[in-house]
């Protein structure tokens, strides 16, 4: 309830070119998500899509992240980033 993107959009997958990563956006309601998985056994560093602008909150750890920064995703993990999609 807290975040209306996860219920009644679709994700939109995204292009990040990196393999081991998927990547995916839900938006509803002025809400937006990015999900970004590591699929696999090695770390894994992956830059954020410049369309988001500002920061980036990660909801499972409440850490706020630049979008210039990349982020780490160890092996086999995840992170759900609320973003702001640019105007």
């Known amino acids: 309830k807290q975040h209306p993107a996860f219920g009644g959009s679709r994700a939109e997958w995204l292009d990040i070119s990196k393999p081991a990563v998927a990547a995916y956006v839900r ?3 002025g809400d937006a998500v990015l ?3 590591n699929l696999s056994d090695a770390m894994q560093l ?3 899509p410049r369309e ?3 920061d980036a909150m990660d909801l499972l750890s409440s850490a ?3 979008v210039s920064d990349q982020v780490r995703l160890e092996a086999y ?3 759900w980033l609320q973003v702001t999609p640019a105007a």
């Open 27 to 29: 938006r509803h309601a």
């Open 35 to 37: 999900v970004l998985a």
């Open 46 to 48: 992956v830059d954020l």
């Open 52 to 54: 988001y602008g500002g």
């Open 64 to 66: 706020v992240i630049s």
């Open 77 to 79: 993990s995840s992170c």
